[in-house]
Each structure stands twice: as structure tokens, then as C-alpha cells.
């Protein structure tokens, strides 16, 4: 009976302490960053015009590199982005956009999105077809 009891105490213990660890990795789980562009701005199939956007990741637990990009208000979903893996030396306090270089009469194109004190993120892949050649 003393067995039966002390398993039992067992998984209502780990019970409470797998509910209590899922809640404090909520708060920074989707990685929800609002920025606002003064210019447009190049992602991956298509230009976002000067504006406030909110981003963050997909709720998958199996791909940390989905990102969801809405509209300022979170009413509409803009646009959902495979990205790969970034990282970085230092992480920074703050939000991080990185964007790569481009022609003058290009929007900039986004590079790269750094959540604050994180050393990793999505880092966007964009696809040019002059970069291929067809047969």
C-alpha cells in the first residue's frame, strides 16, 4: 500500500512541475516583435509597404524558423516565411532587423530578425531566378 502511495505522490509531483515549466516558457514562445518601417521593405515573394507590422513565429515546436508576418492591428496574416537558422556573437537587448544590400531602386530586403537576448534567429532566403540557369 506504502508503494502504491509513494507512486502516486510521484506523478502528481511531476504532473505540477511539467504544468508549472510549460508556463514560464509561454511568455517568449512566439517571439511577437511590432516594428514599423519608414520605407518598403523586401521579404521573401513579396514587398511590404512602409508600415507597422507585428512578427513572430508559428506555434510549432517542431520548426523554430516559421514566421508569420501580420498587419500592425494583427487582423490580417500578410505573410508566412520558411526561414534557417542565424546567429550572432552578442545578443542585443533589443529587437534586431538586419537587411541586405540591394540596388538603389530596390526596397531594402530583410536579412535577418533577432529577438532581444536571443543569439539566434530566422534568417530570410530569397530566391532569384537570374541566380539559375535553365536548359
Not at 4 to 23: D, E, K, P, Q, Y
Request: charge should be negative.
Amino acid at each position: 500500500m506504502r508503494i502504491l502511495n509513494a507512486l502516486g505522490l510521484s506523478l502528481c509531483g511531476a504532473l505540477l512541475c511539467a504544468a508549472l515549466g510549460a508556463g514560464t516558457r509561454a511568455d517568449n514562445w512566439d517571439k511577437k516583435t511590432i516594428v514599423t518601417f519608414g520605407d518598403s521593405v523586401e521579404i521573401p515573394g513579396q514587398v511590404l509597404p512602409a508600415g507597422t507590422y507585428v512578427f513572430r513565429l508559428a506555434d510549432s515546436p517542431a520548426n523554430r524558423h516559421i514566421v508569420q508576418i501580420w498587419s500592425g492591428d494583427e487582423n490580417q496574416l500578410l505573410a508566412t516565411v520558411l526561414a534557417v537558422a542565424d546567429y550572432r556573437l552578442d545578443p542585443e537587448d533589443r529587437a534586431m532587423f538586419e537587411f541586405e544590400e540591394r540596388p538603389s531602386d530596390s526596397p531594402m530586403a530583410l536579412h535577418s530578425w533577432f529577438y532581444p537576448g536571443d543569439s539566434t534567429g530566422p534568417q530570410f532566403v530569397y530566391r532569384y531566378q537570374d541566380q539559375y540557369e535553365y536548359r
